[in-house]
């Protein structure tokens, strides 16, 4: 059960980082680039939208992303030292 937990957040990170890479190019949403940044956006939104609207206003950047990958590392360690 915990490998797939672990593989799953492994993953989803991937994602995140997907996010962040696309939002410095921001493709336009015709192109085949822009899908994908489309179906990036659909998988995180529900786990980065809470996480914004709890943070304060730090002008242009948001490091909300930022708060769920550490989130997600700190759910991370016990579980691969418990493999």
Do not use: A
Not at 12 to 38: A, C, E, H, K, M
Not at 58 to 75: A, E, K, N, T, Y
Request: no cysteine.
């Amino acid at each position: 059960m915990s490998s797939v937990l672990l593989i799953i957040l492994e993953i989803y990170v991937f994602v995140l980082f997907g996010r962040v890479i696309f939002s410095w190019i921001r493709p336009d949403p015709s192109t085949f680039l822009g899908q994908i940044n489309g179906v990036l956006l659909t998988l995180t939104e529900p786990v980065v939208g809470p996480v914004r609207r709890v943070m304060p206003s730090l002008g242009p950047f948001d490091f909300s992303v930022l708060v769920v990958l550490l989130v997600i590392q700190m759910v991370l360690i016990p579980l691969v030292t418990r493999l």
